[in-house]
């Protein structure tokens, strides 16, 4: 992993003109969706990361369910043409179904938010913020190497 660090700085929740609070991260994932769920678990456990999801109360992205399990979002995986899909689908090891009417296409079983449930609890929780307004996110070069000792 690069040495490069990333600085946040996040707006405020107290109104009145309050300064944005400034957090260093090794990594910022922009978007608590499938993507940046998996990105996220896929880090080393060393690495200083947080996740900034927009949402006020929940990650997934346009992965949604009902609450008895429909989805009402993406629904479907052609594990033909989405082959990493369905690589992740195994690795979590979520069951799926057949479409009846399209051999070709399979479903979640539980619905496929049960892929933000399983990816999101293995995360720590102290390092996703919800409902943050991203102000701005830069790229700061790391320190320059300590001077060689005298001669």
Same mark, same amino acid.
């Given at each position: 992993? #690069? =040495?490069? %660090? =990333?600085t946040v700085a996040f707006a405020s929740a107290a109104a009145g003109g309050v300064p944005p609070m400034i957090e260093?991260?090794? !990594?910022?994932?922009v978007g608590g969706g499938l993507a940046g769920l998996v990105v996220a678990s896929?880090? *080393?456990?060393?690495?200083?990361? /947080? $996740? !900034?999801e927009a949402h006020p109360? +929940? $990650?997934?992205? +346009? &992965? /949604?369910n009902s609450g008895g399990g429909v989805d009402l979002g993406a629904a479907w995986v052609w594990p033909r043409h989405q082959p990493h899909m369905a690589q &992740? &689908? +195994?690795d979590l090891n979520l069951p799926t179904f057949q479409q009846p009417d399209d051999d070709q296409s399979t479903r979640v079983r539980g619905g496929t938010f049960a892929l933000v449930e399983k990816l999101s609890?293995?995360?720590d929780a102290t390092r996703i913020r919800k409902g943050? #307004? /991203?102000q701005s996110c830069t &790229? %700061? *070069?790391? *320190?320059? *190497?300590p001077p060689p000792p005298p001669p």
């Open positions: 992993m #690069a =040495s490069d %660090v =990333s260093e991260f090794d !990594v910022v994932i896929g880090l *080393p456990k060393s690495t200083h990361w /947080l $996740l !900034v109360t +929940r $990650l997934g992205g +346009r &992965l /949604l &992740l &689908l +195994r609890s293995g995360l943050c #307004a /991203l &790229l %700061v *070069p790391p *320190p320059p *190497p």
